[in-house]
């Protein structure tokens, strides 16, 4: 059964709808940078009780059309985006800032349109930043995951300022096993991406990440967890460059029990080398420590 | 002053340079951030005052005619004078035919954002008037030949140590250490003598009432005061959008400013003028005159600019704008920095010439968080950024490369067969290492960051392979 | 008002109405309008409903931020005592500057030598405060021919005597007050909250930056009896 060709919805309405149907909208980060993001996040919203599904027929949110102010282009982009997610109950986004876009922003692209509105209305109820929705729709948490790190949380703008997600991240990861979180100076502080702005205003970017990499130093955590992958990069990034040692990977990653292979920038060999170095050996010269 | 936002990008690798700025930036807005929370905290009523703020703001926008025809009348009554200047020009033509009737020789200064708007130091320097700064900031500033970098300390980019070799140099009775309390009491030494000998005094205004005419000053030093009264002349230059309706509003918006500001309850010294010397006072001005400037105010009260007249001036947006906290505020090229800057600047000179502000933003929304009066300040930069797309203003290059990118993601075909190429060859590039320290046309980003290497297959490649391997298992 | 002033206004009033897509209005709709945005200005004032206002006035003219030191004393005779004191205390010589107000200059201030004008360099003036507000810790002067607006500006060291029982709560109290006295307003109304400062120089907070560095608040007699 192939459901890309199934643009009407004809088959899921036949399903008896025990599940909620939910599509993910992968983002264009995501879909090109890490994909491991986006099947930890069908893994997790399956686990939920969910049926998920990718319609192929999407690309990006169109915020850097917003953002740069060619409205032309974003109304159309997020057009695309409606009519492809038409079938589905839920809408689910692993990005604060796409997730922010289509259900926040896009609306003011829709102001002197009545009838396209009403159904941006619909769409706009139903998205939700995945965090938030396993939380705060779903009600869920994750169980018998296990992740052995300090871990430092960045909350991203758009997903804290314009979606309220906050303490969602905080109470899915406190029931990973193994997991201790250690603040962050300067949580609430933007990375500097920016999106076009990092593209746009390079070295005033990198001032910011600088600032942000001296507070995750500062941390003493092992690890930097976020939920938006162009966060995500920025900082990682820069502490690759800078030679830190922190894992950066999604929280999805990580709460779906998918973070045991390299984090952002890391490769299997930067892996091999530090677990040789972190490993304390006993006499015979194993490793003692159990792996996660 | 002079403008240079159109150099904003030099202006930011100039500022980058300057290790001592991130020094006196950090050490300042740490500080204003910490204090504005703590005393937010104290104020659990806070939520609501600033919604009052903003709907007595609006109220009065949308009223401002007649507020201003009712402050006139009060100003006047109270034996003050009123003049209007719709342009710089015509406020500073204003003010010294004021200086001229009195044969002005010195006048003494409270800082005004309003006064750096007109033009006023200039102004006075051409017609061969001595200016004196009173506000410790701006008297920093004016011996050292800067611009403000700050609408509040407009000497934020100085560290106490430039300011105690500036005022070795500069002061009559130079201050004995470099400790901030000795360079306090030097600059106080300094000044003392200036406010008696002035012949004419001008301030700015923080908020005008309309019920009573009256002009309020809200600051820290005492300088208003000794500026205002000594003198046999106050000029007052205050722009239109700073009226409220009555003394009980204002109160609302007492309340709201030094906290936004400052990290306190209240000034020192908030001072009600309400008309010249009356009868049988021993101390007072002979004349008390108000010039209400527009310089393009009424443009913004036309469209979507509208609730940025609401700025009651705190900088708190600055404080907590991390692009302000990298650069300064002096990269911004105009009077005013940070995020309201970013919105006034193209505002009150043009759009074209000032096209880096509004967009050197991240769009993070801390400003419109820590805004008292809720101005949606990231709104209404991408909405300026919308106006620079409709006149063409966008740099060509960028908006041919968003026209390509759009193009491609409204096809989601040529997208797919694109990224595909573009996710392969970093793959390539990257080898085994997981990351890409130098990637051609990335340039801005790799300078500083490394790119994280993708995994070589887009997710949606993935996906399809993992579909298609489902259904020939035999599940749908 | 010249003919550049006329001009302009007729602009701006112009361009105002035109910006709002409308001719002059209603003054009765717009006061109607103005009121209904303060229906109940207590939801915005800060609470402190454990505290008088001598204890709460007290509490701020004393904190840190406003690093004023307090005496209470029963009548004004006791208040003379109280600021021959202060001069003993910080080892001042006993002359002062005084507003020619009444109220002061009727007083026996016996071994304090008084002069009724002011200089930018006087150490010590006393003044008697209009007013004062317990939210802030503020105290109002008003300018008026017996108390000239620089006695409050120019001193090294500000002692002023305030009734306790024109401590009021809040600062919209004292509005009150003016509205029911015919709402005259003087050329200045200085509310006045601590010494003299300023955080120009990296945000640390300095005092005595042109007006007084020292501020010394005498509290005389009993608290009002209904509290407002």
New interface residues.
């Given amino acids: 059964m192939n459901s890309d060709n199934d643009a009407l919805g004809f088959e899921a309405y036949k399903k008896p709808r025990v599940k909620p149907r939910v599509g993910l909208f992968v983002t264009c980060l995501v879909d090109a940078m890490r994909p491991s993001i986006g099947f930890a996040s069908i893994k997790l919203l399956e686990d939920a009780g969910c049926q998920v599904e990718v319609p192929s027929l999407q690309t990006c949110c169109g915020q850097p059309a917003f953002n740069s102010g060619a409205d032309d282009y974003a109304r159309a982009i997020v057009s695309q985006v409606i009519d492809a997610f038409e079938a589905f109950d839920y809408v689910v986004v692993p990005s604060g800032s796409c997730a922010g876009m289509l259900k926040v922003h896009a609306a003011e692209l829709f102001v002197d349109d009545p009838q396209r509105m009403a159904g941006y209305a619909v769409f706009s109820q139903k998205t939700f930043e995945i965090m938030s929705f396993l939380r705060d729709v779903i009600g869920y948490q994750p169980e018998g995951v296990r992740y052995d790190g300090v871990v430092a949380y960045h909350d991203a703008c758009a997903g804290l300022r314009e979606l309220d997600i906050h303490d969602q991240p905080r109470a899915l990861l406190d029931g990973v096993e193994g997991l201790s979180r250690v603040p962050l100076e300067g949580d609430n502080v933007c990375c500097g991406f920016g999106g076009t702005f990092c593209v746009k205003y390079p070295d005033i970017s990198n001032e910011i990440v600088e600032d942000k990499a001296r507070c995750i130093a500062r941390s003493g955590a092992d690890t930097l967890l976020a939920g938006d992958l162009g966060c995500l990069m920025n900082m990682a990034g820069k502490l690759s460059r800078e030679g830190q040692s922190v894992k950066v990977f999604h929280t999805i990653e990580v709460l779906a029990g998918m973070a045991n292979g390299p984090g952002i920038c890391q490769s299997a060999g930067d892996m091999r080398s530090e677990e040789a170095s972190a490993l304390p050996t006993d006499a015979a010269g194993s490793s003692t420590k159990a792996r996660s | 002053m002079r403008q240079t936002s159109d150099k904003f ?1 030099a202006n ?2 100039a500022a ?1 340079q300057r290790p001592n700025l991130r020094v ?1 930036l950090n ?2 807005t740490t ?2 951030q910490t204090r504005r929370a703590g005393v937010i905290a ?4 806070y939520e ?2 600033r919604d ?1 703020g903003q ?2 703001k609006d ?1 009065t926008l ?5 507020y ?2 009712e402050f006139e009348k009060n100003a006047i009554a ?1 034996g003050a ?6 342009t710089p020009k ?1 406020a500073t ?2 003010i010294l ?1 004021i200086c001229k009737a009195h044969d002005a020789k010195s006048v003494t200064r409270v800082k005004s954002m309003l006064g750096e708007e007109i033009g006023i130091g200039e102004a006075l320097a051409a017609n061969g008037i001595e200016r004196v700064e ?4 701006e008297h ?1 500033i004016q011996l050292a030949g800067d611009p403000p970098s700050h609408i509040v ?3 934020m980019h ?3 140590e430039d ?1 105690a070799e500036l005022f070795r140099r500069k002061h009559a009775e130079p201050p004995e250490s470099d400790d ?2 000795e ?3 030097s ?2 030494r300094e ?3 200036k ?2 000998s002035a012949d004419i005094g001008i301030s700015g205004a923080n908020f005008i009432v309309a019920d ?1 005419g ?1 002009v309020v000053t809200v600051t ?4 208003a ?2 500026t205002t ?2 003198p046999r002349v106050h000029i007052v230059n205050v722009g ?1 959008e700073k009226l409220v ?5 204002c ?2 918006f ?2 709201l400013l030094a906290r936004a500001a ?1 990290g ?21 001005p002979e004349e008390m005159h108000i010039v ?1 400037v ?1 310089n393009r105010r ?2 913004m ?2 469209d979507f600019l509208r609730p940025m007249l609401r700025c009651i001036r705190c900088g708190a947006c600055m404080n907590h704008c ?2 302000y ?3 300064g505020g002096h990269a911004y090229g105009g009077v005013y920095p940070g995020p309201m800057g970013s919105v006034l600047t193209p505002a009150m000179t043009s759009l074209k010439q000032a096209g880096d502000l509004p ?8 400003c ?2 820590v805004c008292p009066v809720n101005i949606p300040l990231p709104d209404l930069m ?9 006149e063409n203003l ?1 740099p060509r290059s ?1 908006r041919f490369g ?2 390509v ?2 193009f ?3 096809r ?1 075909w040529l ?1 797919r067969l694109g ?1 595909r190429v ?2 392969g060859v970093m793959r390539l590039l990257a080898g ?4 890409l ?1 130098i990637l051609p046309g990335a340039g ?2 790799t ?9 070589g ?4 490649q ?3 392979r993992v ?1 298609r391997g489902a ?1 020939g298992n035999g599940e ?1 | 008002m010249s003919d550049r002033s006329n001009e302009a206004r007729a602009a701006i009033l112009g361009r105002i109405r035109s910006a709002l897509g409308r001719g002059p209005l209603d003054a009765e709709r717009i006061v109607r309008e103005r009121q209904a945005l303060l229906p109940s200005v207590e939801t915005l004032q800060p609470k402190f409903d454990d505290l008088s206002n001598r204890q709460r006035f007290i509490a701020r003219a004393t904190s840190e931020r406003l690093t004023a030191t307090v005496d209470e004393v029963s009548d004004m005779p006791s208040a003379v005592t109280a600021v021959y004191r202060y001069l003993q205390r910080l080892k001042l010589e006993t002359r002062i500057a005084l507003p020619p107000m009444p109220r002061l200059r009727d007083l026996d201030w016996s071994d304090i030598e008084v002069h009724h004008d002011i200089t930018p360099n006087e150490p010590v003036a006393v003044g008697l405060a209009d007013y004062a507000i317990a939210e802030t810790g503020t105290l109002v002067f008003t300018s008026r021919p017996e108390s000239p607006t620089l006695f409050n500006y120019m001193p090294l060291h500000h002692v002023i005597l305030v009734e306790a029982a024109t401590i009021l709560r809040y600062m919209e109290d004292y509005w009150g007050i003016v509205r029911r006295q015919g709402n005259v307003h003087p050329r200045n109304t200085n509310f006045i909250t601590g010494t003299s400062g300023t955080a120009d120089i990296e945000a640390k907070n300095i005092r005595g930056a042109h007006g007084p560095r020292y501020m010394h608040i005498v509290i005389v007699g009993e608290d009002a009896r209904v509290e407002s």
């Fill in positions: 990008k930011v690798t980058l006196a050490r300042t500080l204003l104290d104020f659990p009523e609501e005052v009052a709907r007595i109220h949308e009223n401002l005619d007649h201003l025809v109270s004078k009123v003049h209007w200047a719709s015509e033509d204003t035919e009173t506000d410790l900031a920093i300390m407009p000497a100085k560290t106490h300011v901030v309390g360079l306090v009491e600059a106080r000044l003392r003598p406010y008696v009573t009256s820290n030093e005492g300088n005061e000794l009264a000594p239109i309706p009555t003394t009980e509003h109160s609302v007492i309340r400052l306190t309850e209240i000034t020192q010294y908030t001072t009600f003028h309400n008309g010249p010397k009356r009868l049988g006072d021993l101390d007072g209400l527009d009424t443009e009260l036309a991390p692009v906290g990298a650069i967009n050197a933003c991240t769009l993070n929304g801390r419109k968080e991408r909405r300026l950024r919308e106006k620079q797309w409709r966008t960028f968003l026209g990118w759009a491609a993601v409204r989601p997208y990224s573009g996710v085994r290492r997981g990351r320290s801005g980003w300078r500083h960051r490394n790119l994280p290497a993708p995994e297959a887009t997710f949606m993935q996906y399809k579909k259904r749908a």
